[in-house]
């Protein structure tokens, strides 16, 4: 029987491992800290399969079925079963260009007319493949969502079954299930060097000991390339990039308890200077822009919930978090004008030069693999990811590509869109990055 050593403690982590040892692998989890102590717990915990990338489209239905059934395929016993997916749905609104800026800002407005034609080729070829995305007139989107302005808008796109998750639930629920099919999970264990011998690792060093397999996972995202560097793998071209979330505490009440539960995941244009989005929080609303950080890549465990001036809430209004509320109050001002700012929280994106993740094999040790760079998509990534890091190991790879498990049987996912050695100045970089 193969022994596999899964470095990392997030969703990744633990829904690669169910599937080894499904697979009937030996399987060991080691964390540095507490199972969830990284990203997947800060998450802003979108999932959806609008993307750029047609193979991350792919993953990422599959990933929606699969949250959709996750307690009957994760044995969850019935007392503790609660939804670990909402599928409210993502949409995307697109700014008019005579709207996004007076005419002396001719790029301005050539950024929104070409993310416009853009949106509409993707939503395309998301019905090519099967996803059932939908193109809205502004009318249309004013009618079913009326707290939304139509006036500036173009046009959107819609998809049903996107929406957000519960971190909690399915590392929970994960973990659990870990350690039901004998998989071992460390926790406390960094893991701090490595045997190497003729390409291989022999065995890994932790803060509690020497590990031996025959196979290596590093999960561990905006982490990956310190772990791969400490055991003798490749350079890993993933920019650790902090990333915030705002919480606004709603002051009186603009739609019906029903209508604020199903809000879909929203985002408020994606040209020049756009790109904030909202989904519904409890009571409040979650917001959230992909700001411009810079790489931290030395950054601590603490550094995960520093919350630095420029973007603290409570710092003034020349910060990011009201500059994230005005971009809401643009498209949906009744909305914005309802509550205030109560709270920032944050963590760590692990951004590759294309936003595409990195699943395969190192090029340094022939029996380490990489699932790491999700770009601040890990979370929805997490059940795809284990189904390539299966196939890989496991041999179950034909003419570079995998085949999905039923009921995708007729899709299959080149492995060389995510190949962590790939030419990243020719590859097909993923433009929707949020």
Same mark, same amino acid.
């Given at each position: 029987?193969?022994?596999?050593?899964?470095?990392?403690?997030?969703?990744?982590?633990?829904?690669?491992?169910?599937?080894?040892?499904?697979?009937?692998?030996?399987?060991?989890?080691?964390?540095?800290?507490?199972?969830?102590?990284?990203?997947?717990?800060?998450? /802003?915990?979108?999932?959806?399969?609008?993307?750029?990338?047609?193979?991350?489209?792919?993953?990422?239905?599959?990933?929606?079925?699969?949250?959709?059934?996750?307690?009957?395929?994760?044995?969850?016993?019935?007392?503790?079963?609660?939804?670990?997916?909402?599928?409210?749905?993502?949409?995307?609104?697109?700014?008019?260009?005579?709207?996004?800026?007076?005419?002396?800002?001719?790029?301005?407005?050539?950024?929104?007319?070409?993310?416009?034609?853009?949106?509409?080729?993707?939503?395309?070829?998301?019905?090519?493949?099967?996803?059932?995305?939908?193109?809205?007139?502004?009318?249309?989107?004013?009618?079913?969502?009326?707290?939304?302005?139509?006036?500036?808008?173009?046009?959107?796109?819609?998809?049903?079954?996107?929406?957000?998750?519960?971190?909690?639930?399915?590392?929970?629920?994960?973990?659990?299930?870990?350690?039901?099919?004998?998989?071992?999970?460390?926790?406390?264990?960094?893991?701090?060097?490595?045997?190497?011998?003729?390409?291989?690792?022999?065995?890994?060093?932790?803060?509690?000991?020497?590990?031996?397999?025959?196979?290596?996972? /590093?999960?561990?995202?905006?982490?990956?390339?310190?772990?791969?560097?400490?055991?003798?793998?490749?350079?890993?071209?993933?920019?650790?990039?902090?990333?915030?979330?705002?919480?606004?505490?709603?002051?009186?009440?603009?739609?019906?308890?029903?209508?604020?539960?199903?809000?879909?995941?929203?985002?408020?244009?994606?040209?020049?200077?756009?790109?904030?989005?909202?989904?519904?929080?409890?009571?409040?609303?979650?917001?959230?822009?992909?700001?411009?950080?810079?790489?931290?890549?030395?950054?601590?465990?603490?550094?995960?919930?520093?919350?630095?001036?420029?973007?603290?809430?409570?710092?003034?209004?020349? /910060?990011?978090?009201?500059?994230?509320?005005?971009?809401?109050?643009?498209?949906?001002?009744?909305?914005?004008?309802?509550?205030?700012?109560?709270?920032?929280?944050?963590?760590?994106?692990?951004?590759?030069?294309?936003?595409?993740?990195?699943?395969?094999?190192?090029?340094?040790?022939? /029996?380490?693999?990489?699932?790491?760079?999700?770009?601040?998509?890990?979370?929805?990534?997490?059940?795809?990811?284990?189904?390539?890091?299966?196939?890989?190991?496991?041999?179950?790879?034909?003419?570079?590509?995998?085949?999905?498990?039923?009921?995708?049987?007729?899709?299959?996912?080149?492995?060389?869109?995510?190949?962590?050695?790939?030419?990243?100045?020719?590859?097909?970089?993923?433009?929707?990055?949020?």
């Amino acid at each position: 029987m193969d022994r596999v050593v899964v470095i990392g403690g997030g969703a990744t982590a633990a829904l690669a491992a169910i599937r080894l040892a499904e697979r009937g692998l030996r399987v060991t989890v080691v964390e540095k800290a507490a199972a969830g102590n990284g990203s997947s717990s800060r998450s /802003n915990a979108g999932i959806r399969a609008q993307f750029g990338v047609e193979a991350t489209a792919i993953g990422m239905m599959y990933s929606e079925w699969w949250y959709a059934r996750f307690h009957d395929l994760l044995a969850t016993p019935d007392e503790r079963r609660q939804p670990v997916i909402h599928q409210n749905g993502y949409l995307f609104l697109y700014e008019d260009p005579d709207q996004a800026a007076p005419p002396w800002q001719p790029s301005i407005r050539a950024s929104a007319a070409a993310v416009w034609e853009r949106g509409q080729r993707y939503a395309a070829m998301h019905r090519r493949i099967g996803l059932p995305v939908e193109l809205l007139a502004p009318d249309a989107v004013h009618a079913r969502w009326p707290h939304i302005a139509p006036d500036r808008l173009i046009g959107a796109t819609y998809c049903p079954t996107d929406g957000f998750l519960e971190p909690h639930i399915i590392l929970g629920e994960g973990y659990r299930r870990t350690r039901e099919l004998g998989v071992e999970v460390l926790t406390q264990a960094e893991v701090i060097g490595a045997t190497l011998r003729g390409g291989r690792i022999e065995r890994i060093e932790t803060t509690r000991g020497a590990l031996e397999a025959d196979w290596f996972v /590093n999960a561990t995202n905006a982490w990956a390339p310190r772990v791969s560097r400490r055991i003798g793998g490749m350079p890993l071209p993933i920019a650790p990039t902090k990333r915030y979330l705002y919480f606004l505490k709603m002051r009186e009440p603009v739609m019906s308890a029903e209508a604020w539960a199903g809000q879909p995941m929203t985002i408020y244009g994606l040209g020049a200077g756009r790109g904030a989005l909202s989904r519904p929080d409890g009571p409040q609303l979650c917001l959230a822009w992909a700001h411009e950080t810079p790489p931290e890549p030395e950054f601590g465990d603490a550094d995960q919930d520093r919350i630095d001036a420029p973007f603290h809430h409570e710092r003034g209004i020349e /910060n990011y978090g009201y500059a994230t509320l005005a971009q809401l109050a643009d498209f949906a001002p009744r909305l914005a004008d309802a509550g205030g700012l109560a709270a920032t929280t944050s963590g760590f994106y692990g951004m590759t030069p294309d936003a595409d993740p990195l699943i395969g094999r190192d090029t340094q040790q022939e /029996n380490l693999i990489h699932a790491a760079g999700f770009s601040g998509h890990g979370l929805m990534h997490a059940p795809i990811t284990a189904v390539l890091v299966e196939a890989i190991l496991c041999g179950d790879v034909a003419d570079g590509r995998v085949a999905l498990p039923a009921p995708f049987e007729r899709h299959s996912i080149t492995l060389a869109t995510f190949d962590p050695g790939r030419d990243f100045a020719s590859s097909h970089a993923e433009a929707l990055v949020l």
